[in-house]
Nanobody, 124 residues
């Protein structure tokens, strides 16, 4: 069992940076692939970044490549999403998720545990 709690969302202006945090409870956090999804109104929830269980593989969606970075610290049971040069189209609810698959998988159904989400709003 893994519980995830996100924080760090807010209202920012275009070009600003935000760092989202995801705190995990559970002794097996280091075995999970971690991902950050986002969902805008009337749109599907999509994967924007992920990092595999041992941190040697990462994924970034084309829409955020070069601007967003995913990081994890297994000693702290934490994963972060560093978001730079934010754009209005990045506005969404961001969700932290954990998958028992050892490799990165983009499918939402592959993720077993989810946080409650944190709102990010980017004004132009």
């Amino acid at each position: 069992q893994l519980q995830l709690v996100e924080s760090g969302g807010g209202l920012v202006q275009a070009g600003d940076s935000l760092r989202l945090s995801c705190a995990a409870s559970g002794r097996t956090f280091n075995l999970y692939t971690m991902g950050w999804f986002r969902q805008s109104p009337e749109k599907e929830r999509v994967l924007v970044a992920a990092i595999n269980w041992n941190g040697d593989s990462t994924f970034s969606a084309d829409s955020v490549k070069g601007r967003f970075t995913i990081l994890r610290d297994d000693a702290k049971n934490m994963v972060w999403l560093q978001m730079n040069n934010l754009k209005p189209e990045d506005t969404a609810v961001y969700y932290c998720a954990a998958s028992r698959f050892p490799s990165i998988n983009m499918r939402r159904a592959s993720y077993d545990y989810w946080g409650q989400g944190t709102q990010v709003t980017v004004s132009s």
